[in-house]
């Protein structure tokens, strides 16, 4: 992935501004179907809302409650196209659901909300439609939950990605595709010609150059940015969820839990060996440039837990914790929890098209209206093909088969099993590449950090060949280190130190990166 900022300085036919899970959906449709697009972002690909999610890529189980059908048939729709057409990206991950003798929801009517969840999925293959299981089994499966008046409980499936990295293959898809995508690139002004809009100027970030980029169409995937303007405030509602990372438990299925509290779903879910535990949900009104973690939302998140944990967590337990902030449409619902999640395009007076709210999970299909819009505008009858193309690092042959070769060889290059399946997941079809390195250098096998599933090997490959500018870029997006780990001085400079030839830094810039991801 190479970073060409002079390149924006061109006429295209689309300029996309905002390279979250938004724009990188909707570069990468307008760039398979012909179109000649400019992607650009002010900070690092996924930066904001698209790296701090759940992780997950579900039909939303919560959103039968509201009766809101149409949007979980949407997402489930979109699940089975991603597990589909990125097996190596998005990957099955079941959910269990217990039901106490004090739960909201008891047996009888979470057997027909499963019910009607497989149903809106088309009844799924085995694998993922739910199962019941009496209060002794239950347990078993997640043996560090409470036992007292559990009663059953349900699991049931969905799936699971890395937000990031999704990002980061769509554009790189669309770079492959004939795109231009720059990150750091910061949009200082929409240029107007006839009081329509048909470009923009954009600031490199690194250099301070300019560009003037003309664009036929011009679309804002500017996610909570959106929230900045007269018109943005009236179209949408910015909502905060935080999560904390924890040490892992002893299930490799996740949790779907209600908050004894409020009633508010949560959820615990494996990650890179960790745990994820979230989210909150509240109405934001602050700086979107500084969203925080607040002392509040980490005593309600380890209080809703320790209300199911046999052994409690406590504030020395949290390894990280990160803030992300929710688009969603205006509505007059009391509460963010009520407010829909479904998407919709705007267009201003001037044509610009901007995108409001959504999902991770339906980001997809979302693009392709955004994309739909754009090419009637330019008269152009170009069908999208994104949900039938492969993802561009999906391996070509047999998934399983892949798997198994490459778990095989990353085994004999003395690489961890653990560590094999997040690179298989991480790289897809490049994961050869990576293991190429290790073969060439054995010491590369190590893992980073010893309790993290991540290999140098993998951390130099990303260096090299994923447009990293920052050492933040690198620790925090390209792998997850920073919300893993919380990496130390010493680490964070023996990394900024193996960065420093590829990248050119002096002794000067390798203080500054660090300095960055400390503050």
Request: proline share 4%; net charge positive; with cysteine.
């Amino acid at each position: 992935m190479k970073r060409d900022f002079a390149a924006l300085n061109d006429d295209f036919d689309l300029l996309v501004c905002g390279g979250g899970i938004y724009g990188a959906w909707t570069a990468y449709d307008a760039a398979l179907r012909g179109l000649k697009v400019a992607l650009v972002e002010q900070a690092d690909w996924a930066s904001a809302t698209s790296s701090a999610s759940s992780k997950l890529i579900h039909g939303g189980l919560r959103y039968l409650e509201t009766y809101d059908f149409r949007l979980v048939k949407k997402a489930l729709r979109e699940r089975r196209v991603l597990l589909d057409i990125a097996p190596h990206r998005v990957w099955p991950l079941r959910f269990g659901v217990p039901v106490y003798a004090d739960s909201r929801n008891g047996l009888l009517k979470l057997k027909a909300g499963l019910t009607l969840y497989d149903a809106l999925a088309g009844f799924p293959p085995e694998a993922m439609r739910h199962r019941r299981f009496g209060a002794a089994d239950f347990h078993a499966h997640f043996p560090f939950l409470a036992a007292p008046a559990l009663r059953g409980g349900f699991t049931y499936g969905d799936a699971q990605t890395d937000d990031a990295r999704l990002v980061l293959e769509l554009v790189a898809g669309a770079q492959a595709a004939g795109a231009v995508c720059v990150n750091y690139a910061r949009l200082t002004a929409w240029n107007e010609a006839g009081g329509k809009v048909c470009g923009a100027t954009v600031r490199d970030q690194e250099s301070g150059a300019t560009a003037s980029v003309a664009a036929r169409q011009c679309v804002s995937t500017s996610g909570q940015w959106l929230a900045t303007s007269e018109a943005g405030r009236a179209w949408c509602r910015l909502s905060k969820g935080v999560h904390l990372v924890l040490p892992g438990l002893p299930a490799a299925e996740a949790l779907l839990l209600t908050a004894k509290a409020d009633g508010r779903v949560f959820f615990l879910i494996p990650w890179y060996g960790r745990t994820l535990l979230g989210t909150t949900d509240t109405d934001y009104r602050g700086d979107v440039g500084r969203v925080e973690v607040g002392e509040a939302d980490v005593d309600y998140l380890l209080d809703a837990a320790n209300d199911y944990l046999q052994l409690k967590w406590t504030r020395q337990d949290v390894i990280a914790a990160y803030a992300g902030l929710r688009v969603m449409k205006r509505s007059d619902a009391a509460h963010p929890s009520a407010a829909s999640r479904d998407w919709e395009i705007r267009t201003a007076a001037n044509g610009l098209h901007h995108s409001v709210g959504g999902k991770i999970t339906s980001a997809r299909e979302d693009a392709a209206v955004i994309v739909d819009a754009v090419c009637a505008r330019l008269g152009l009858a170009a069908r999208g093909t994104s949900g039938v193309r492969d993802l561009p690092w999906k391996p070509q042959q047999d998934f399983g088969l892949w798997a198994a070769e490459m778990t095989a060889r990353a085994h004999r290059l003395g690489i961890d099993d653990e560590s094999a399946l997040w690179l298989l997941r991480r790289h897809g079809s490049r994961a050869g590449q990576v293991m190429q390195r290790v073969g060439e250098s054995p010491q590369r096998a190590a893992r980073i950090v010893p309790e993290l599933p991540l290999t140098e090997a993998d951390l130099l490959f990303c260096a090299q060949r994923e447009m990293v500018l920052h050492l933040s870029d690198l620790l925090r997006r390209r792998l997850p280190l920073m919300i893993l780990a919380q990496p130390d001085e010493r680490m964070l400079r023996r990394v900024a130190n193996l960065l420093a030839p590829m990248l050119c830094w002096d002794a000067a810039r390798v203080e500054q990166e660090i300095k960055a991801c400390r503050a």
